[in-house]
T-cell receptor
Framework: EDQVTQSPEALRLQEGESSSLNCSYT??????LFWYRQDPGKGPEFLFT???AGEEKEKERLKATLTKKESFLHITAPKPEDSATYLC????????????????FGKGTKLSVIP | DTEVTQTPKHLVMGMTNKKSLKCEQH?????MYWYKQKAKKPPELMFV???????INESVPSRFSPECPNSSLLNLHLHALQPEDSALYLC????????????????FGPGTRLTVT
């Protein structure tokens, strides 16, 4: 069974204190891994897609990396506006046809950045 | 433009009411989705449409009825809902995976906060 585990569940950082969020996955072949940011009461905002081990993507203070078993979302010098829940989702290769568009989500990491 | 719009933003309905949620995208995506999200949980897939045809129904109760009138619009018709159906309902869209498409991430709308009384 495909599984996505995110850790930690919650993370409190001081403004400027860099850290990383983890997304470990067990899937029968990975077609893609996605990171989203979600603010309370709003829809997830797409951040990154990673397709193969070794791939890295950056956007402002965020950098996502991928290995064969996990992905990291590195946050450099975070600001209070980076506070949100960060969701990781995988797109398993094993799904075919219409099922190949299903995502398996992790439970998310709630990040709080304190001024 | 990577925008998916949803209306209404908030909806309060009684258990005997009939209402509809609407979703629109103009990114040329041919896959559209409905998700349900409860507080502090990840989104749960309800329905998938590809090429305006229902592809996946994740064992959703018949009181939820999806409709895809055209490639840009997606509706979710609600009837005789229960209080436990109160949640954030999210619409998303993506490209279908074809030889010429290399990115098929899903873009989500802002959601409709539904409260069933």
């Amino acid at each position: 069974e495909d599984q996505v585990t995110q850790s930690p569940e919650a993370l409190r950082l001081q403004e400027g204190e860099s850290s990383s969020l983890n997304c470990s996955y067990t899937v029968s072949g990975l077609r893609g891994l996605f990171w989203y940011r979600q603010d309370p009461g709003k829809g997830p905002e797409f951040l990154f897609t990673l397709y193969s081990a070794g791939e890295e993507k950056e956007k402002e203070r965020l950098k996502a990396t991928l290995t064969k078993k996990e992905s990291f979302l590195h946050i450099t010098a975070p600001k209070p506006e980076d506070s949100a829940t960060y969701l990781c989702a995988v797109h398993p290769r094993a799904y075919s046809g219409a099922g190949s568009y299903q995502l398996t989500f992790g439970k998310g990491t709630k990040l709080s950045v304190i001024p | 433009d990577t925008e998916v719009t949803q209306t209404p933003k908030h909806l309060v309905m009684g258990m005997t009411n009939k209402k509809s949620l609407k979703c629109e995208q103009h990114m040329g995506h041919r896959a559209m989705y409905w998700y349900k999200q409860k507080a502090k949980k990840p989104p749960e897939l309800m329905f998938v449409y590809s090429y305006e045809k229902l592809s996946i129904n994740e064992s959703v109760p018949s009181r939820f009825s999806p409709e895809c009138p055209n490639s840009s619009l997606l509706n979710l018709h609600l009837h005789a809902l229960q209080p436990e159906d109160s949640a954030l309902y999210l619409c998303a869209s993506s490209h279908l995976r074809t030889g010429s498409i290399t990115s098929y991430e899903q873009y989500f709308g802002p959601g409709t906060r539904l409260t069933v009384t």
